[in-house]
Antibody, heavy 119, light 109 residues
Framework: QVQLQESGPGLVRPSETLSLTCTVS??????????WSWIRQPPGKGLELIGY???????NYDPSLKSRVTISVDTSKNHFSLKLNSVTAADTAVYYC???????????WGKGTTVTVSS | QSALTQPPFASGSPGQSVTISCTGT?????????VSWYQQHPGKAPKVLIY???KRPSGVPDRFSGSKSGNTASLTVSGLQAEDEADYYC?????????FGGGTKLTVL
């Protein structure tokens, strides 16, 4: 059974860097056919794709966040990570990691972690 | 890239059918057969209901069905049940990324 679990600080100061990790179990992040994704949901709002990474290290980011985002994968730890720098209150959200199937849908999701940007 | 357009609210009585639309452009919904639908209950992670426009993952009841015409995709929930009350999101491949709709809150009256 494939499971994903987000972890990281729940509170980040404005202008600092948000860092989250998604630990994957039940499948290797190196396996083909999957992209490893980060998605966020601001309070009371809809889903926003932040970006994803393929096991080769190929990444794709939402254009509006591209200048501030880095997604990386650590195959030795079987996890992938998100870094979002220069955060503001607008980055407050529930952050989900998810596995994106080769045919462009998210088939496995983590439970989500709430990140608040506040001083 | 703009989000896909969904009606913010939908409702129906138990046993009835409800259809939720998802409108995009020829660069996303209309250009690819890679539309997916997700159900999200309060405080929970989304769960995929439909992928590749019409396909259901194992375990998803056949009361949920998907279709597409032109730049608009639709999710139909037949035989509404109380547990179907949730938020529903569409998503489409858009050439280099996935777009999401703004979400539809479905109320079972």
């Amino acid at each position: 059974q494939v499971q994903l679990q987000e972890s990281g600080p729940g509170l980040v100061r404005p202008s600092e860097t948000l860092s989250l990790t998604c630990t994957v179990s039940g499948v290797s992040v190196s396996s083909g056919s999957y992209y490893w994704s980060w998605i966020r949901q601001p309070p009371g709002k809809g889903l926003e794709l932040i970006g994803y990474i393929y096991n080769s290290g190929t990444t794709n980011y939402d254009p509006s966040l591209k200048s501030r985002v880095t997604i990386s994968v650590d195959t030795s730890k079987n996890h992938f990570s998100l870094k979002l720098n220069s955060v503001t209150a607008a980055d407050t959200a529930v952050y989900y990691c998810a596995r994106r199937h080769y045919y462009f849908y998210m088939d496995v999701w983590g439970k989500g972690t709430t990140v608040t940007v506040s001083s | 890239q703009s989000a896909l357009t969904q009606p913010p609210f939908a409702s129906g009585s138990p046993g009835q059918s409800v259809t939720i639309s998802c409108t995009g452009t020829s660069s996303d919904v209309g250009g690819y057969n890679y539309v997916s639908w997700y159900q999200q209950h309060p405080g929970k992670a989304p769960k995929v209901l439909i992928y590749e426009v019409t396909k259901r993952p194992s375990g998803v009841p056949d009361r949920f069905s998907g279709s597409k015409s032109g730049n608009t995709a639709s999710l139909t929930v037949s035989g509404l049940q109380a547990e179907d009350e949730a938020d529903y999101y569409c998503s489409s491949y858009a050439g280099n990324n996935n777009l999401f709709g703004g979400g539809t809150k479905l109320t079972v009256l």
